[in-house]
């Protein structure tokens, strides 16, 4: 055998004059005598074919017209084998595996030769309808992928069907809501097998920001195709529909004067609240941008041989990933008793803990689920049944005082051994949208007893105070008091986070308009409809440059797609919201971060999570781009 100077030299002359090495010249010959025998089927030939070394046909009569279609069949194979550096890349490979000796020769031929490969490409994405955690549709994408000539099918990905507003979600609405994700999956469906399969035929799943690039156009262009058709139906409905409104709206606008009268007449006069805001508009199909942006970067997870985090976290940093990556803080529900829990207390949707910062994931999960036990335990002792798991993941339990729940979580504490306010702090999800009663204009907190917005204020502070170990609220308030949010962060944001969940806006409304009027510590989101990797990755930027935490969530209809764990960790979240330790939806993310912390601490690239820093918040800032003035922090 010749060293590869030389061999690259005879390379070059034998593709110059048209001959090739012996073992590319039987490959001819088996092309030829392929060729031949295709040609005698049609009835065009019917020579001989050669065997491996046998000299060209003879040049006279059929065996001319033979030798010259050879002889072409000979060039076009010199220029294909050359211009892919066939012959070249074989005498390399053959070349050092002599001296490398392998024990598999065929595999060590198999990876040398896979590093010339095309890379893998999107070859289809297929859609199928799932259910949700809520036995809802909901939508399924396989991504299907072009690997060394072959197609492949490379992962499955689920995602919740999002279709309604919270701040308008009640009883009544169910049906509707139920048809609306029906639609919406139908939609997504025709939208993945048809022109969003023909959108990303032949793209890079690596190539993140073109994927988005185009599922969003393409949603924005069904939008304006779907404005352009409410146009041209309303310009169609034009004359009846005045008489249409008079016959059906004035009820509505007479009872909403007669209810401002009503307040007027009150003995302490107080300021009428502002009206719901029109809820988002959910557009059909939206999850079908969504599922499938989230399908790409998962097949490109697993075509790359990594893992989703570290993926998400170098799209954010636009190189590599950071060199120390920190794991977010769990706030975990411990007791839901809102106004769903059958007693008399309302205020508290949700009381959740939030381990001590300097614990490792692991052990404050563990500490976590010593509190689930006992308070399972306590919940069983009771008398009163039936008992009810919350949706949220956690015990539902109806209450008759605000101390109630403080008074149970500090006998557990006491249990376990554990300083409330030292080695967790509490959280409470008050979701304002769901306690204000529209007729009196009012927030009832506890069964009869109703406060107007300003009174809230002097609700909140005093509980904060009274619970020193309190270091959240969520949804203290609705998005529409705007002038109590300012007040309450004013005067609490020094030591305890204004959170936004319902009280947010949507993902694609933050991108656009900004954080708004209203001044959080952070916004609790949700990954669904058409929200794109890109765009998650666009929202936590944002929050970060406006001190604001971004704190990834769950949808109330969840799958078992732990997607959302890794989005968290690759996005440097603070806290990851995933609800109780119950149910399979939920407490496959308490596993997934799990494994990541280990993968963490196995590549020594696991940092710890910093002390609690409150961003203050004051009242007259208003300018939605200003940076917070400074920052409290706690042990």
């Given at each position: ?63 001319s017209e033979e030798a010259r279609d050879f002889y072409q069949l000979k060039q076009r194979a010199a220029e294909y084998y050359r ?216 097949a490109t997870v697993k075509l790359q041989n990594t893992s989703l985090f570290l993926h998400i976290a170098a799209l954010n940093h ?215 990797i890109s765009d998650l990755i666009r929202v936590a930027k944002l929050m970060e440059a406006q001190d604001c935490r971004f704190i ?84």
């Amino acid at each position: 055998m010749t060293s590869s100077p030389t061999g690259c030299l005879a390379t070059a002359k034998e593709a110059a004059g048209l001959t090739l090495p012996p073992i590319l010249n039987d490959i001819l010959v088996t092309l030829y005598n392929r060729e031949l025998c295709s040609s005698r089927r049609s009835g065009r030939s019917s020579g001989e074919g050669m065997s491996a070394g046998q000299a060209p046909p003879a040049s006279n009569g059929r065996s001319s017209e033979e030798a010259r279609d050879f002889y072409q069949l000979k060039q076009r194979a010199a220029e294909y084998y050359r211009s892919n550096l066939v012959p070249q890349r074989m005498q390399q490979v053959l070349n050092s595996m002599f001296y490398d000796n392998p024990d598999d020769v065929y595999g060590h031929l198999a990876n040398y030769f896979a590093s010339f490969a095309k890379p893998a490409a999107i070859s289809r994405i297929v859609g199928k309808e799932k259910l949700d955690s809520t036995g809802q549709q909901t939508v399924q994408v396989e991504v299907l992928c072009t690997i060394k000539n072959l197609e492949k099918s490379i992962c499955f990905t689920t995602m919740s069907n999002s279709c309604c507003d919270p701040n308008y979600t009640t009883f009544d609405t169910m049906d509707k809501e139920i048809e609306l994700k029906n639609l919406s999956v139908q939609f997504a469906l025709e939208w993945i097998n048809g022109p969003l399969n023909s959108l990303l035929k032949g793209l890079l799943p690596s190539n993140q920001k073109q994927v988005d690039k185009f599922l969003s156009e393409y949603f924005q262009r069904k939008m304006e195709e779907d404005e352009e058709q409410k146009k041209k139906d309303a310009e169609v409905e034009e004359v009846p529909e005045p008489e249409q409104s008079v016959s059906t709206n004035p009820i509505p606008v007479v009872d909403k004067k007669k209810k401002a009268l009503k307040a007027k007449k009150s003995i302490a006069p107080e300021k009428p609240i502002k009206p719901r805001e029109p809820p988002e508009i959910f557009f059909p199909g939206a999850v079908a941008i969504g599922v499938v942006s989230l399908a790409v970067a998962k097949a490109t997870v697993k075509l790359q041989n990594t893992s989703l985090f570290l993926h998400i976290a170098a799209l954010n940093h636009e190189k590599e990933p950071p060199v120390e990556v920190r794991m977010p803080i769990p706030m975990v529900s411990l007791l839901s008793c809102g106004k769903s829990s059958g007693g008399k207390l309302r205020l508290m949707k949700e009381v959740i803990a939030v381990p001590k910062h300097d614990l490792s994931y692991e052990q404050g999960l563990k500490m976590m689920m010593a509190f689930q036990q006992q308070i399972t335990k306590w919940m069983f002792s009771q008398k009163s049944l039936p008992l009810a798991m919350s949706h949220l993941g956690c015990w539902e339990k109806g209450f008759e005082r605000t101390e109630q729940p403080f008074e149970l979580i500090h006998e557990v504490c006491d249990t376990l051994e554990l300083t409330l306010g030292k080695d967790l702090h509490l959280i409470l999800n008050c979701a304002a949208h769901e306690l204000m009663d529209y007729e009196k204009e009012k927030y009832e907190i506890i069964t009869g007893v109703l406060k107007h917005p300003d009174e809230m204020i002097e609700l909140y502070t005093s509980l904060v105070e009274k619970y020193p170990s309190i270091i959240g609220l969520i949804d203290p308030l609705r998005k529409e008091d705007e002038e109590q949010w300012s007040k309450l962060c004013h005067l609490l944001s020094p030591q305890c986070y204004l959170l936004a969940d319902g009280a947010s806006r949507s993902i694609d409304k933050l991108i656009t308009n900004g954080l708004g009027e209203n001044r959080y510590s952070g916004l609790i989101l949700k990954h669904a409809n058409q929200t794109t990797i890109s765009d998650l990755i666009r929202v936590a930027k944002l929050m970060e440059a406006q001190d604001c935490r971004f704190i990834p969530s769950l949808t109330d209809a969840e799958t078992l797609d732990d997607s959302i764990a890794d989005i968290a960790v690759g996005l440097g979240a603070r806290f990851i919201k995933l609800g109780g330790l119950c149910h399979g939806e939920r407490v496959a993310k308490y596993n997934r971060l799990l494994a990541i912390e280990e993968e963490l601490a196995q590549r020594g690239a696991l940092g710890q999570a910093a002390e609690h820093q409150f961003p203050v918040i004051s009242e007259e800032e208003h300018d939605p781009n200003s940076v917070r003035p400074g920052s409290e922090q706690i042990d």
